[in-house]
């Protein structure tokens, strides 16, 4: 297998994630290989990834002599060599998946951001605050707008990469049981998510782990 995938820890490693389920959500073959970003080995194996990768992180693509080292292009790439199904053809559609793209690139504006991906898989889960759980509104308003104009099952009608980038949001979210009843779009769109045969399978291994404690929670 010339297509190799570097990704993290299961439960820490949310953008690896991301990667990983574009590739199998579009049945690219590709050999994974876990790093553990776990101190205090995160920084001596992130050290060795910097020897292929520019960004010295995960997730990492190898394919042949290429390397891809951002997530967003390793969706896109997938999207490209698979079946090129998780881009719309309309070009003003595909704009809008890329501007979902870009804002969780960019952190979603702030949004909860004491609410790590970590903290999901916690045995003793905090309440969210009144703020967190404002921001939370403040997102579920925004996806029960989109799967309503769309009028499908997922935001832009067909699953889309837009979907998939937020999967890790929404689990670290909904794994502290915000009020959604208002948003039923949005509640029914999120266990469609959960349920789909990929992301079980990262879950089912991620919640297997120890839990990554961190501070500030």
């Known amino acids: 297998m010339s297509r190799i995938l570097y990704t993290g820890t299961k439960n820490a490693s949310s953008w690896a994630f991301r990667a990983w ?13 876990v790093v553990d970003i776990r101190t205090p080995q995160r920084f001596e194996n992130l050290q060795r990834i910097g020897e292929i990768s520019p960004s010295a992180s995960v997730p990492v693509l190898i ?16 999207n490209e060599i698979g079946t090129g199904s998780l881009l719309p053809s309309d070009p003003l559609s595909k704009a809008r998946v890329r501007s979902f793209l870009s804002w969780q690139h960019a952190g979603l504006s702030g949004l909860c951001p004491r609410l790590s991906f970590e903290s999901a898989f916690y045995p003793d889960k905090r309440d ?22 769309s009028s499908g099952s997922y935001l832009c ?8 980038v937020f999967v890790p949001t929404i689990i670290r979210i909904y794994a502290h049981s915000p009020q959604i009843a ?24 991620a919640r297997s782990l120890p839990p990554v404690i961190l501070e500030d929670y």
């Open 21 to 33: 389920l574009s590739l199998r959500e579009l049945d690219v073959e590709f050999e994974e290989r």
């Open 157 to 164: 009608g067909a699953l889309s990469l837009a979907d998939l």
């Open 63 to 78: 394919d042949g002599n290429s390397v891809i080292f951002d997530s967003l292009a390793i969706m896109e790439y997938a």
């Open 182 to 205: 208002t948003w039923p779009l949005t509640q029914q769109w999120i266990k469609r998510l959960l349920a789909r045969e990929s992301v079980e399978e990262w879950m089912s291994t």
């Open 128 to 149: 969210m605050t009144t703020d967190e759980q404002k921001d939370a509104d403040r997102l579920f308003s925004i996806w029960e707008n989109e799967l309503e104009s």
